[in-house]
């Protein structure tokens, strides 16, 4: 039977969507189904994959990514419904990831019974604005940054962007999520019955991709000892201002270095306000990376400061399943599902610069800690997340909805 999966690319984009799209690909695959993913992307054409067929549909307007995500989902049932009229099986299923699951939604009534719609759920809109908003201080990053995001935020509070995301929920079959807080959120923001909603396990890979940009700053001499690295796409709610504040005070008291893997639309601000804090040669950014391994191979410590999460941290599951120590915080969205503070990671309140810096010296200083911390990740990990422990619940999904 045939599987659409509705995300981002997992080879050609960054970020956690991409990742996810790996992951449940690579399960559907070990279940025997068909497995195609829908993707935008700056080029179009069909691919085979070791994990799946990946469809890349172009877009010009490609770069306006979540403001967009209405017409994204018209673009995907419509490609869909090209597929499916040359078609005569007796059912297809689509399996959605966040918002992109829309494109299902909207072919849901016109094929029925004939399709399942599944969506992997994360966060609501409002949720991840609001943090976002939030987490761009005017003082780190001007006060015309600071009035783009309010604007964001009251534009995806709308009712038009809201009605959207309703409907979606309001179609699937069965929502998927990974964390309780997720589905406390979907049934505070729209009232989601909860027994439509599904806790399952899931799991991580760190792989190869091949980003249409990548970055000419990855020059291994930045890999100098004790290395501090974080890997996430840095949009406002990551936090990495803070970050770059907590460096500040830690280089005061001794020598560290940092590598923050990613790109996303902060990044050249927090390049300026690296150096404006005057730590810009111990601190180094390196874009987009396809390959984040030979970074979390050196690291001595991992450290993502998140304001928000929408559903864990697959940049922090990572560090876990290759036993680096881990620092983050308190922030809504999981972490604190995955992580046992002061056990297999150090937890601190999101937005405490003091505490974030104190935490990075303690485990950079304390070598019996960190292996220790290292060693308890790997076992929480191993514990908690595996690939048939995935494929299992999304099988158990599909098979009580008949297909």
């Excluded at 936090?239 to 050249?268: C, S, T």
């Excluded at 076992?379 to 908690?384: D, I």
Aim: with cysteine.
């Amino acid at each position: 039977m045939k599987v659409f999966v509705l995300s981002k690319s997992p080879f050609q984009e960054p970020g956690g969507y991409a990742a996810y799209a790996y992951s449940l690909s690579k399960c559907l695959q070990s279940l025997g189904y068909e497995t195609h993913v829908v993707a935008l992307s700056s080029r179009s054409g069909i691919e085979g994959t070791s994990v799946a067929t990946v469809h890349s549909l172009r877009s010009k307007l490609s770069f306006l990514r979540t403001v967009a995500y209405p017409l994204w989902g018209f673009y995907f049932a419509r490609y869909i419904d090209k597929i499916m009229k040359k078609e005569r099986t007796k059912g297809f299923i689509i399996h959605g990831i966040g918002p992109y699951g829309l494109g299902g939604a909207f072919l849901k009534k016109k094929y029925k019974k004939r399709m399942l719609l599944v969506t992997s759920y994360f966060t609501t809109l409002g949720d991840e604005v609001y943090w976002i908003k939030r987490a761009v201080k005017a003082c780190d990053y001007g006060i015309l940054s600071s009035l783009k995001y309010i604007f964001a935020y009251y534009a995806f509070n709308s009712s038009f962007f809201k009605w959207f995301e309703k409907f979606l929920l309001k179609e699937c079959d069965a929502i998927i999520v990974h964390y309780d807080s997720s589905k406390k959120l979907l049934m505070k923001d729209y009232n989601v019955d909860m027994n439509k909603i599904v806790k399952i396990p899931y799991y991580v890979d760190v792989y190869e991709r091949r980003l249409k940009k990548n970055s000419e700053k990855t020059s291994r001499s930045f890999l100098k000892k004790p290395l501090c690295v974080t890997v996430c796409r840095q949009d406002p709610r990551k936090g990495i201002n803070y970050l770059l504040h907590a460096f500040k005070i830690v280089l005061q008291k001794r020598e560290i270095n940092a590598v923050i893997v990613g790109g996303g639309p902060m990044l050249q601000k927090n390049e300026v306000l690296a150096k404006r804090l005057g730590i810009e040669k111990k601190v180094h950014f390196t874009g987009n990376v396809d390959d984040i391994f030979p970074f979390l191979q050196h690291a001595d410590v991992f450290v993502l400061p998140t304001l928000q999460e929408g559903s864990g941290s697959i940049a922090i599951l990572e560090a876990l399943k290759m036993g680096i120590p881990v620092i983050s915080t308190t922030c809504s969205g999981g972490i604190d599902e995955d992580i046992e503070n002061g056990v297999s990671g150090i937890l601190v309140p999101p937005e405490d610069v003091f505490s974030l810096a104190e935490a990075i010296q303690k485990v950079v200083l304390d070598k019996t800690l960190a292996s220790l911390l290292g060693e308890n990740a790997i076992k929480a990990y191993r514990k908690k997340f595996s690939m048939e422990a995935m494929a299992k619940g999304i099988e158990k999904v599909y098979s009580s909805l008949g297909f």
